[in-house]
């Protein structure tokens, strides 16, 4: 970018947000140049960040941008994943985690109204106090997409906010303010907000998966489920891929369960053990036998105890079909498992105990989910691709997550592919394997929530399908200042 121009842009910015939440420092832009995966692809600079602290300071920087044409990169809190928050074109990054309330805990239509500043743990804690808590892992009666540059505690992929999202309010790249679903009548923002559709088509979907390319999202609207007197988190162990599949399935279509997910073994152990043993490969492997092959919780959520006991029995034979059954465990390792099923924060540090690496996804319906599996295991025995345990010893499969996503229709199936970035060997089996993972997973059949691949997966998709996409870009940002080439390679 002219350096003229940026220093145009610093001088305004600062008039809007004050000197203090505006740099072109190199120490403030570095945060933002690459994310975990990136390591492995390019690292991109932004010119400037600047911090807003309110919807007002964001559309005049909105306009500002648009009349110096300054591209503008919405970050909400950092997490970034995948290479899908990156300043591709230089420019502005537009961070706006000091947007940071829950401006609402409505008790009678069980929702939150939140800024994108709004961590997990914010929102549980403030949703609590209501008796209500959202449901943020999948595995529930929810379905899954990504929102805009909105999410809780991460970067502008959109975060695992699923598909609970009722309405959404957005600063479009003109500067305008719009809200979406019923708050699309001005003034329903405050009066009925709750309905998800109002007058025609369902706009809060065009921010899923956009990642800030459409406007910024500055509130959502998004559901709670409520709390009830028992709350229980029943671990159950299986011994195959199948019949754990199998087994969610059934628990799903009981009716019964708040949320079902669950890990493979590696997974399951790292995540679990405690700090000193991982650097004790005899001890890990020990340890990590202690678990079985797939892991799952099924949470209940109960008014009494009659109640617990029926779902209790009816969850356990369910599982048995499948020779599944009801495992717990002592100490720290339980109290480490506890924090998965709740999503507590810690469990990100767990995750990333092991190199970088990409969540390599996949969405289908449970019964192509092994298919799934073997292409993955195909492509890394033909590059040669290892991972290992903290044992030292060769993990078959890679760590993965299971959820059912969107009911038993479509399940979530992410496996955590390393690599070492220091090691250009290493790196270039993971550009390969990602590659090829993405192109054979889609002719497979597997779908995406990863919007940060749309643009390898352009000439997959039909015609009209990025005609559409192209259309809106077009209509709401001509001059193509928001998040150029952050989901397509042209815009």
Known sequence: MEEAKVKEAYKELAKIVGEQYVSMDKEDLMPYARDEVSQAFRTYMADLVAAPGTVEEIQEIVRLCNRIK?????????????????????????????????LEINEETHTATIEPGV??????????????????????????????????????TGGIDINEEVACEVVLPDGELMWTGSAGMRGHEKLNPWCRVGYGMNLTGVFHG?????????KVLRRLYPLRNIEERLQIGFDSFEDCLKGMKDLVDLGISK??????????????????????????????????????VDKISCYNE???????ELIEETAGKYDGRLVSFNGKTQDALMELWDGSS????????????????????????????????KIMKDLDYELTSFSNKVIEHPRCWISPWERNESYLFEQEMEFVPEDPESVRKFLEFQRRYYEESARYGSSQINAGFLKRME?????????????VK??????????????????
């Open 459 to 471: 000439p997959m998709m039909w015609p009209g399908y990025m005609k559409i996409i192209r259309g």
């Open 210 to 218: 956009s990642l800030g390319t459409y406007g910024v999202v500055t």
């Open 70 to 102: 300054l591209p503008i990169y919405p970050y909400a809190y950092g997490v970034s994943i995948s290479s899908t928050a990156l300043p591709r074109v230089g420019g502005l990054m537009l961070v706006v985690r000091r947007l940071d309330k829950v």
């Open 346 to 377: 810690s469990v990100a540090i767990r995750y990333l105990r092991h190199n970088p690496h990409l969540m390599a996804f996949g969405m289908l319906p449970p019964s192509m989910l092994p298919g799934l599996r073997e292409i993955t295991k």
């Open 119 to 156: 961590t997990w743990s914010k929102l549980f804690f403030e949703a609590k106090k209501k008796k209500l808590e959202p449901l943020g892992l999948g595995g529930g009666p929810h379905s899954g997409s990504l929102i805009g540059n909105f999410v809780l505690g991460g970067g502008n």
């Open 259 to 296: 949320q079902v997910y669950g890990v493979n073994r590696p997974q399951a152990a790292m995540i679990a053990a405690d700090s000193e043993i991982i650097h004790d490969p005899v001890a890990y492997e020990a340890f990590e036998s202690d678990f079985p092959e797939f892991l799952i």
């Open 474 to 491: 077009q209509l709401l940002d001509p001059n193509n200042i928001m998040a150029p080439k952050q989901l397509l390679k042209d815009i």
């Open 306 to 312: 009659k109640q617990e006991r029926v779902y209790k």
